[in-house]
Each structure stands twice: as C-alpha cells, then as structure tokens.
C-alpha cells in the first residue's frame, strides 16, 4: 500500500507542473517578448525531445539500471528542472544578479536564461524517465505476493483514482488565479519536490527486478551478424540454421531476406562465440528484426500526425489569448481548455477501444486513417475559426493593438480542441492495437515508444514546417504569413497548409497499409490468406475516406 502510494505521487506532481506548462507559451510571449513562433519553435522542440528519449532511457532499463534506478534519476532531474525554470523568473535572484524584479525582457540576465534553459532540459530527462519507469514499477509492486497489501491496495483505488480527478481539476481552477509566474512555476516545484521525497522514503522497501536484457540488443545483433556474413549465400538446409525459441523456419515473405543470412551457423566456429561476438542470431530474432524494419514506412506516415498534434499547446493557446473567456461574470482560466480537452481525449479514448473490439482485424489500420481524418478536419477548421477571429480583429481595429481584448468567445476554438482530442485518442488507441496484433511480444513495449518518438519528430518537424511556410509565403515579395505578434499574422493559411500535408499523408497511409505483410493469427499462413487479409485492409481504409468524402460533400 506504502509503495503504491509513494510511486503514485510522482504521477500527481506531473499533473500539475503540465498544467503551469500548459501556459508557457504565454509566458515566453508576454515575459520574454518572444515572437509567437519563436516561442512556438522552443516548446515544440522541447516536447519533442521529450518524446524521443523514452525509447533510449527503456533500453538503459532493460539492458542496465531497472526501473528504480532510472525513476531516482527521472525524479531528481523533475525536480531540479522545474526548480530551476521557477528560479529563473525575474523576482527570484533579482538581488543576486542585480537585475530587477518586473516580468519584463530587460530583467531577464544570462543567468535567468541558463537556468531556464538547463531547467528544460532537466525536464525533458524528468518526463521520459517517469513515462518508462513509473507504471513499470507499479508493476512490479503488484507482483508481490502479499494477499494483505493487495486488499489494501485495492481499497485505495477508489481514493486514488479521486485524486487523479481531483488534482487536475485544483490545477485546472487554482493556478490561473496565481499572477506571479515565480509562484505560479513555484508551487508545482514544492509539490514535485515533496512527491520526489516521499518516493526515496521507500528506496528500501520497493520490490525491484533485475535487467533482464533488451531485444533491441537482439535487433542490433541480427545487423551486425548480417554483415559480417554478407558474402555468404543463403541458407539451404534447416541444419545450417540457429534456431531457439521453437521457432524452426523463416517466414515465406521475401522481404529483408537477406537478414536471413544473420542466422548461419559457420561451421569453423563454435557456435557460443559466434553468439558471444555478435556473429549469429536466432531465427526467431531475425524474424522480430524483419518486422520491426517492416513498421518503418508507417512510422514516416506518423510524423505529419506529430506536427498538426503539436499545435495544440502553442499556437491554439496563442489563439486563445484575449479572447472572451467568461460564463456570466465567471471569466474562466485558460487551463480548462486543457481539462476539456482531457475530457474529449476520454471520451473518443472509449469509443476508439469500443470500435477495435468491433473489428479486430481490420480496426487498428482504419483507427489509425480515422485519426489522420481528425487530423485534416482538425486543420480545416481551425483555418476557418482563425480566419473568423481576424475578421473581428480587423473589424475593431484591433490589428496592431495585440494586448487588447477581443470580443470574440474563446469556446470558438473547443471544436478545433474536440478534433485534436480525436486525432490523439484514435492515434494511440489504434496503434497500440496495431502492435499487440501484429508486433513480436518481446517488441510490443519498444515499438510503442518508437511510435511516439515518430510522433515527437513530428513536433520538432513542425518547426522546420514554419520556417519553411514562412519562405514560400514570401515568394514574389509578398509578406512573410509569420509576423511578429498573430494578429498581424496569417495563421490561417498554414492551418490550410497542414491540411492538406495531411491529406497527402492519408493517402500514402493506405498505400503503406495496402503493401504491409499482416499477420493472420486466425488463418493458415498460405498466400491466399495472406492476399484476403491486405485487400480487406485496404477496402476498409479506402470506404473510410470515401465516406467522409461524401459527408463532406
């Protein structure tokens, strides 16, 4: 019980610092009078690092350090790094650097931008830490055969889970009404701080499993083999074949079968150094390995999903800035467009998992289409919206008066919200049913975070998408879409851009779909059954697109 709880609060801190992050695009345009897309580019960035790292630090804990220690780490790094952005608020070392105390750019010294930035960074460490470790070392606490502590864990998961309601909803509610950035950024670092304490309290109580070795250690063994036998023909006879796991032959796909030569064993030498010098692979791992290439044309598919995902905390936000957000007199905190947008990512979490129960075959590659839908949806609209909001700019001469307020409703932009929610919720459903069907078990964990690091390059991408846009847009000297504030920019025009990015993106999805080897597990594994199952696919995605095609229409 002691455990569960002390592992848990890492998880409730995290709750809150994303939601004082959820403004930090505010807080770089009105502090640090960063241009919208200079502020943009640097979250994006940074949440994109975050993104990649997992798929590194679950190697360290598989092959390494474990769980435990990399959540010592995660945590401390949390820890610091939050503090360290809420140290570089003006007010904070005012007195020691001898700058002053407004929330101005003149009052931000080098030494404020160092620890901002190393603060970042530390974060980034901190978040992919405990997105590897926590749920995994919850985990391994549940294997503890104690029936005591399993009855008592079960009655705090009613308590437990109104906390995890709770708090959001405090942060939601609580933290706009605190100005002061140093205090807004500062609260979220005393929590972390006592989660943080409060998980080394049980360094020595925690049940805690050895490294047992990573498969991306076999992947990485299968290319190399590969390599070093490249001269050599294929393999004829099942004896001249390493074979464990059961697994006695290759499949029949012709894909990658040169990776089938990792799996010789060469006659001259013994076969434990071969595997000892990374010289031979199992046919099992040179399987895995073949399917784990096979996924890369989808994971390029991934990338445009990552960049219209990213808009959502930066330029969304940017959007929302001074528009009307009171009900009656209540002018709601900006924080509850994240907590909406929580709602809306359960909402179409539950329907994405009702709808793979339904089509268990053919559910993973249409949910993953559908969440390219939202995508391109999610753009189109929120062009329409933009344009909308600079009409009631212009219309008030509120053009070059970015402070000001807009008489326009902020709940405007909870369409653009809702469609992003689906695009998240259907994306990660889809593909986690994707990988439980067709990936190998011991790759389902690690393909689940290159996906997300696919999808992390996408955030990083879409800096690369601005700077590009803003080019092209200035072709025969026109002016540049990205101005410095957004009312004198044309961000409309780039949500049209990304649309229809994503709907080149959706059509080479189905052609990817369409060539990808699937595995049928219910089948006999003959060519026949093999033709069904990718025609099927490809039918099932095409009718989605034609049918919102004609819905739209």
Not at 154 to 167: A, D, E, R, S
Not at 234 to 261: A, H, I, M, W
Not at 307 to 327: A, D, H, L, P, W
Not at 453 to 481: D, I, P, Q, T
């Amino acid at each position: 019980m002691k455990s569960f709880v002390r592992i848990s609060g890492l998880l409730w801190a995290d709750i809150l610092v994303a939601y004082a992050f959820f403004v930090m695009q505010s807080y770089l345009t009105d502090v640090w009078k960063l241009s919208f897309t200079h502020a943009a580019g640097i979250l994006n960035f940074w949440n994109g690092i975050s993104m990649v790292l997992p798929v590194f630090f679950l190697f360290l804990v598989d092959a390494f350090i474990g769980n435990f220690t990399m959540l010592v780490i995660s945590s401390t790094a949390y820890t610091l790094g939050i503090s360290f952005v809420a140290m570089s608020t003006p007010p904070v070392l005012a007195n020691s650097t001898g700058t002053c105390k407004q929330y101005e750019p003149r009052c931000i010294g080098r030494t404020q931008k160092a620890l901002f930035y190393t603060g970042m960074a530390l974060l980034t460490v901190g978040i992919a830490g405990n997105l590897v470790s926590v749920h995994s070392l919850l985990e391994e606490q549940k294997d503890k055969p104690d029936n005591h502590t399993n009855s008592t864990r079960n009655c705090l998961k009613l308590p437990g889970f109104t906390l995890m309601v709770l708090i959001p909803l405090v942060g939601a509610i609580a933290l706009p009404y605190i100005k002061p950035w140093d205090i807004r950024f500062g609260i979220p670092a005393i929590l972390t701080l006592i989660a943080t304490l409060l998980f080394f309290t049980g360094s020595f109580t925690y049940d805690m499993e050895q490294p047992k070795g990573s498969p991306i250690t076999s992947v990485c063994r299968v290319f190399v083999a590969f390599f070093s036998k490249i001269s050599e023909s294929f393999p004829l006879k099942s004896s001249q074949l390493y074979r464990v796991n059961g697994v006695d032959s290759f499949s029949r796909t012709r894909f990658l079968r040169c990776l089938e030569k990792a799996a010789i064993v060469l006659p001259d030498v013994s076969t434990e150094d071969q595997v000892k010098k990374w010289r031979l692979s199992s046919v099992s791992e040179v399987e895995d390995a073949k399917i784990a290439v096979r996924m890369v044309p989808m994971w390029i598919t991934f990338i445009v999903c990552g960049i219209v995902s990213s808009i959502g905390n930066t330029y969304f936000i940017e959007q929302s800035k001074n528009m009307n957000r009171k009900i009656g007199v209540w002018k709601v905190p900006t924080q509850i467009l994240l907590l909406l947008f929580g709602w809306g990512k359960l909402f179409f979490g539950l329907l994405a998992s009702w709808f793979l129960r339904k089509s268990k075959t053919y559910g993973p590659s249409i949910g993953i289409a559908v969440a390219m839908i939202f995508s391109i949806l999610c753009c189109i609209t929120a062009a329409r919206i933009e344009k909308k909001r600079m009409g009631v700019i212009t219309r008030h001469g509120l053009v070059d008066k970015p402070d000001e307020d807009i008489p326009m409703s902020v709940y405007w932009l909870l369409f653009q919200f809702f469609l992003l929610s689906g695009l998240d919720s259907f994306f990660e459903k889809s593909v986690a049913a994707f990988y439980k069907c067709q990936s190998p078990e011991c790759m389902k964990k690690y393909l689940e975070y290159f996906t997300k690091g696919v999808f992390g390059l996408g955030y990083m991408c879409s800096v690369l998408s601005v700077y590009v846009a803003g080019k092209a847009s200035e072709r025969g000297g026109k002016r540049n879409w990205f101005q410095f504030t957004l009312n004198r920019s044309r961000l409309d025009r780039y949500y049209w851009v990304l649309a229809s990015l994503s709907s080149v993106n959706l059509v080479l999805f189905v052609v990817v779909a369409s060539c990808y080897r699937y595995k049928n597990r219910d089948a006999a594994e003959d060519d026949v059954a093999e033709e069904e199952v990718e025609l099927g696919v490809v039918a099932a995605v095409v009718s989605v697109v034609s049918g919102q095609n004609e819905e739209d229409q």
